[in-house]
């Protein structure tokens, strides 16, 4: 039968306020996480990625918390333009060198 | 910036015929990946690639599957007579060095229609 689309949580924000992304990973062996943000018709584009050895990393506008003791991922992104609206996904890697994506989350931002 | 570049970005395919998907990593990586995503699903691994063989594969790249490095530039994914549900996004992607210290960048994609 048809495959039914997963229905994406979504986040509407104020241009110029602060987003914060949330993502809940499974597998506690995961060791490396990256964030990524896909815009319609494009592939996904890497934002920031985190090792298991960190908490905080800050980027460009963009900082990854990481609470390895509840597996919780977030992704703050600072004074949110128009052009940040997009689809972002959480990745992890477990033991191998491939990725496991999450469902992803829709920002949109209102201008 | 150095990106990884897709082609066709639109295949269209009879189901049952074969298709190549083409990729062209960025020049200094040496892992190579494919992904699918089917529309309005997560995006799912399918094989990985380093020094001229495949690393590993998921459940999905199965017999009807198989990619190749035909020459030092491009990266290709070929589908055997192919399915309906083998409709879908799939992306290359390409890092410098092993996962755990390089990130995965990925290309824009193809969309491959089985009609």
């Known amino acids: 039968g048809e495959s039914v689309g997963l229905h994406l949580p979504t986040l509407s924000v104020q241009e110029g306020d602060n987003s914060i992304i949330n993502c809940a990973y499974s597998?506690?062996?995961?060791?490396?996480f990256i964030w990524y943000k896909q815009e319609s018709g494009k592939g996904p584009q890497f934002i920031i990625d985190i090792r298991s050895n960190m908490d905080k990393r800050q980027g460009q506008r963009v900082t990854v918390l990481l609470n390895k003791t509840v597996k919780h991922l977030s992704l703050q992104i600072a004074a949110t333009q128009p052009g940040d609206s997009a689809v972002y996904f959480c990745a992890e890697k477990v033991m191998s060198n491939n990725l496991f994506f999450g469902t992803g989350t829709r920002l949109t931002v209102i201008p | 910036e150095p990106e990884v570049t897709q082609t066709p970005s639109h295949q269209v395919t009879q189901m049952g015929q074969e298709v190549i998907l083409r990729c062209v990593p960025i020049s200094n990586h040496l892992y190579f990946y494919w992904y699918r995503q089917i529309l309005g699903q997560k995006v799912e691994f399918l094989v990985s690639?380093?020094?001229?063989?495949?690393?590993?594969k998921s459940e999905i790249f199965d017999d009807q599957f198989s990619v190749e490095r035909p020459d030092g530039s491009n990266f290709t994914l070929k589908i055997r007579s192919t399915k309906l549900e083998d409709s879908a996004m799939y992306f290359c992607?390409?890092?410098?060095?092993?996962?755990?210290?390089?990130?995965?960048?990925f290309g824009d994609g193809t969309r491959l229609s089985i009609l």
């Open positions: 992607a390409s890092s410098e060095a092993e996962l755990k210290n390089q990130p995965q960048h």
């Open positions: 597998n506690s062996a995961s060791d490396y």
């Open positions: 690639f380093y020094n001229n063989e495949i690393s590993e």
